[in-house]
């Protein structure tokens, strides 16, 4: 098995544009299974479920940077506060004012990513390109000096469908240039668009991505 990971591990570096960053999407796997993989030189893991990212952050060496892909509740923002190094998957303004409150009692600025929902699933979470065109033009998020918000994460359609994919991703992509250029043209910090997992990764990539986040195609299917 720790082999196995290792050797995945390096056919997905080979693979990737060395631009881009690689999440180790850990969740529901043991901490030993992480450790094969921070054996193998991976010091990025993504998680997206608060207790257990605590608790691994607690098992695990502290060079790991611990990025958050879940939905994250706001009741739950304070235990990730302390450690966390990016949370992909910010949804409204709510969140965003949680976490700077969180952030600013560690005295630390948190990077996030505010969330685009451009996949034709219904789903909850995720900004439409017009709800977060205004909660940007809004302003508020101006005022919170303990986030930093780094760009863009989003999940295309779960479907077979290559090309449907990929202008989900191109959706995202290009609402990421509109907000560049109309809220963050003066932010260099503002450049990231995490999008691509297992099995859409290479199209990502090809539409922008500059993360992705891959759990099975390292570490086998999940038990749930
Ligand atoms: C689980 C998960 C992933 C990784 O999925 P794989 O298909 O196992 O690569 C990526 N992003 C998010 C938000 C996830 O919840």
Redesign the pocket.
């Known amino acids: 098995m720790d082999t196995e990971i290792k050797e995945r591990l390096e056919r997905l570096r080979a693979e990737l544009p060395a631009s881009v960053k690689l999440v180790a999407?850990s969740?529901f796997h043991p901490v030993e299974v992480l450790r094969a993989a921070y054996d193998a030189g991976q010091r990025v893991f993504?998680e997206?479920r608060v207790q257990e990212l605590v608790s691994k952050h607690e098992a695990l060496p502290g060079d790991i940077e611990w990025h958050f892909?879940?939905h994250l509740q706001q009741n739950k923002v304070k235990y990730i506060a302390p450690f966390v190094r990016l949370i992909?998957?910010v949804d409204s303004l709510k969140l965003l004012a949680e976490i700077d409150k969180q952030a600013r009692r560690c005295d630390r600025v948190i990077p996030c990513l505010l969330q685009l929902h451009v996949a034709a699933e219904e789903s909850k979470y995720g900004f439409t390109p017009e709800e977060c065109r205004a909660m940007l033009s809004g302003g508020e998020w101006r005022e919170l000096h303990h986030v930093a918000i780094v760009g863009m994460m989003c999940?295309a359609t779960n479907t077979y469908d290559t090309e449907r994919v990929r202008r989900d991703f191109h959706d995202a992509y290009l609402f990421y240039k509109e907000a560049k250029r109309d809220f963050f043209a003066q932010c260099p910090a503002f450049h990231e668009r995490s999008w691509g997992?297992?099995?859409d990764y290479p199209l990502a990539i090809q539409e922008g991505a500059t993360i992705v986040?891959?759990?099975?195609?390292i570490f086998g299917p999940?038990e749930y």
Do not use: D, P, Y
């Open positions: 999407v969740k993504g997206s892909i879940g992909h998957a999940m997992m297992s099995h986040r891959i759990g099975t195609n999940r």
